[in-house]
């Protein structure tokens, strides 16, 4: 697709704003759909990055997310979230959200509906206390991933375990690529898959895959390299973008440096090589570029 055509289909609606948050009490009277909700606020994808010529890409710098600090949650949104507006941070793709959350000890999000959205989420420090109305009550760690396909709907509370620590976790939301299916629920520990210097699978459309599995053509990546490592990732589908996010550390990308929780997606490639300019960690995000 070319760029020109890309922004203009995702130039949707951009003039619409978010007045409240996003995560809705769960006995509001009148049922509002996530997934609507949030479809109908998309606006750009992104602007392009003028300074590379080689590849069609947008850079999210850390400084310029939206911040919210609530006292007992400070959060970072790379896209436009709850009292956070920006028409052209609305999405990349199918993800409609990247939240870099840390909650206060014993405090978190009480009971609260979503349908028809794929949420992952990523603890990076602490513990998180995990209860739905599908009977899972469990302790999510860092080092493992959570995935839930809200479907037909679902309700569901998260808290910090610890009583002296933060909690610390990426929360992101995808479009599925199925709408009001069974909803369903599911964590494991991807620290027993994790490599060194390479790339290794966390998520993916296929049941029998390496990671966890949800209802979109997508593929995570997390990858922990030391100074001076490289490495090259060829992307699974030629409707997909990446989205590349530093979590710890420096990446150069075709001369592009990104340094702790920036953000940069990536279009119309086949594969990306780049290298770790100190100790870092990434997550990579291989998704379809159009919403369904």
């Given at each position: ?17 978010l007045?409240?948050?996003?995560i ?13 909700k ?31 600090d ?24 199918v ?34 206390k ?7 009550g ?31 976790l ?5 479009f ?19 490599k ?40 699974k589908?030629?409707?997909?973008g ?28 086949d594969?990306i090589?780049?290298?770790?300019k ?11 570029l159009?919403?369904?």
């Open positions: 697709m070319k760029r020109k055509d890309f922004i203009k289909k995702s130039a949707v609606l951009s003039a619409i704003g007045s409240s948050p996003l809705l009490k769960a006995n509001t009277s009148k049922k509002i759909s996530t997934y609507d949030l479809k109908d606020q998309i606006g750009f994808n992104h602007l392009p990055n003028k300074e590379i010529k080689t590849m069609n890409s947008v850079v999210h710098k850390a400084n310029t997310r939206g911040h919210a609530h006292g007992w949650l400070k959060a970072n949104h790379s896209f436009s979230f709850a009292n956070y507006y920006n028409p052209e941070r609305m999405n990349f793709g993800i409609r959200v990247l939240n870099d959350d840390s909650i206060a000890p014993e405090r978190g999000f009480g009971t609260h509906p979503h349908d028809n959205m794929e949420i992952i989420t990523i603890p990076l420090e602490g513990d998180l995990h209860k739905d109305n599908m009977g899972n469990t302790v999510i760690k860092n080092g493992d991933i959570q995935v839930m396909s809200a479907g037909t709907g679902i309700t569901h509370s998260e808290f910090n375990a610890n009583s002296d620590s933060h909690c610390k990426l929360q992101i939301w995808l599925p690529n199925k709408k009001n299916v069974t909803p369903r629920y599911d964590q494991i520990a991807i620290s027993s898959i994790a060194k210097n390479k790339l290794y699978q966390i998520l993916s459309p296929n049941k029998n895959d390496q990671g966890v599995w949800i209802h979109q053509n997508a593929w995570f990546h997390i990858g922990q390299y030391v100074e001076n490592s490289k490495d090259e990732y060829v992307l589908s030629k409707a997909n990446i989205y590349f996010f530093v979590i710890e550390g420096e990446v150069n990308i075709n001369d592009q440096q990104l340094s702790k929780r920036d953000g940069m997606g990536i279009w119309e490639i594969k090589n780049f290298e770790a100190a100790n870092s960690k990434i997550l990579l995000m291989d998704v379809p159009e919403i369904n």
